[in-house]
């Protein structure tokens, strides 16, 4: 079984900063792509960056220049450090990951269950 774990969320003022960190565990062979999607209540699930084997990381535009995605990819955990937080910003953050297990090459999306990162003062 793969499963994604998130953590770091939680409330912070505008402004401030939180590091998300989400480990995948299970039976893993190949991890292609890395990444977070926030949704906020009454709105579509949206990617806020991605980072792909062998690429440069994608941001949605309103997370350029305030948040960095990283991997570490022997631990097969990706982060994503926000700074500048805004209340726009407020939303559940999903990990996900697009991986190969050792019993298939099919490549599969898996997702964390989210972390709530609300910000506000």
């Known amino acids: 079984q793969v499963q994604l774990v998130e953590s770091g969320g939680g409330l912070v003022q505008p402004g401030g900063s939180l590091r998300l960190s989400c480990a995948a565990s299970?039976?893993?062979?190949?991890?292609?792509?890395m990444g977070w999607y926030r949704q906020a209540p009454g709105k579509q699930r949206e990617l806020v960056a991605s980072?792909?084997?062998?690429?440069?990381?994608n941001y949605a535009d309103s997370a350029k220049g305030r948040f960095t995605i990283s991997r570490d990819n022997a631990k097969n955990t990706v982060y994503l450090q926000m700074n500048s937080l805004k209340p726009e910003d407020t939303a559940v953050y999903y990990c996900?990951?697009?991986?190969?297990?050792?019993?298939?090459?099919?490549?599969?999306?898996?997702w964390g269950q989210g972390t709530q990162v609300t910000v506000s003062s």
């Open positions: 996900n990951a697009d991986l190969q297990t050792y019993g298939s090459r099919q490549y599969i999306f898996y």
């Open positions: 299970g039976s893993i062979f190949s991890i292609r792509t």
């Open positions: 980072l792909t084997t062998g690429s440069r990381a």
